[in-house]
Nanobody
Framework: QVQLVESGGGLVQPGGSLRLSCVFSGRLFGFNDMAWYRQAPGKQRELVASVTSGRTTNYADSVKGRFTISRDNAKNMVYLQMNSLKPEDTAVYYC??????????WGQGTQVTVAS
């Protein structure tokens, strides 16, 4: 059974930084493609960043140059380093695992609020 748990959210001022973490409980983490999604109030969930099992990364245009996704296969962890945060980055951030292009699990979400 797959379980994902996010942490690291919180309240930060515009221009600040946060680092989100997600721990994957299950087998064969290294074979998973991992991603971070976010959902703001009244909006659809959107892909923020992804990293494949081969460590290829992809970013939404809105976060390119500001966010960095990384993974540590030895620790079954995926991270999202968020710099130069803007109020429009405010959302609940979710960790997602995929294998063979099929979603195998979601985390419960962690709230990120960017406000002064």
């Amino acid at each position: 059974q797959v379980q994902l748990v996010e942490s690291g959210g919180g309240l930060v001022q515009p221009g600040g930084s946060l680092r989100l973490s997600c721990v994957f409980s299950g087998r064969l983490f290294g074979f998973n493609d991992m991603a971070w999604y976010r959902q703001a109030p009244g909006k659809q969930r959107e892909l923020v960043a992804s990293v494949t099992s081969g460590r290829t990364t992809n970013y939404a245009d809105s976060v390119k140059g500001r966010f960095t996704i990384s993974r540590d296969n030895a620790k079954n962890m995926v991270y999202l380093q968020m710099n130069s945060l803007k109020p429009e980055d405010t959302a609940v951030y979710y960790c997602n695992a995929q294998r063979n292009f099929i979603s195998i699990g979601w985390g419960q979400g962690t709230q990120v609020t960017v406000a002064s």
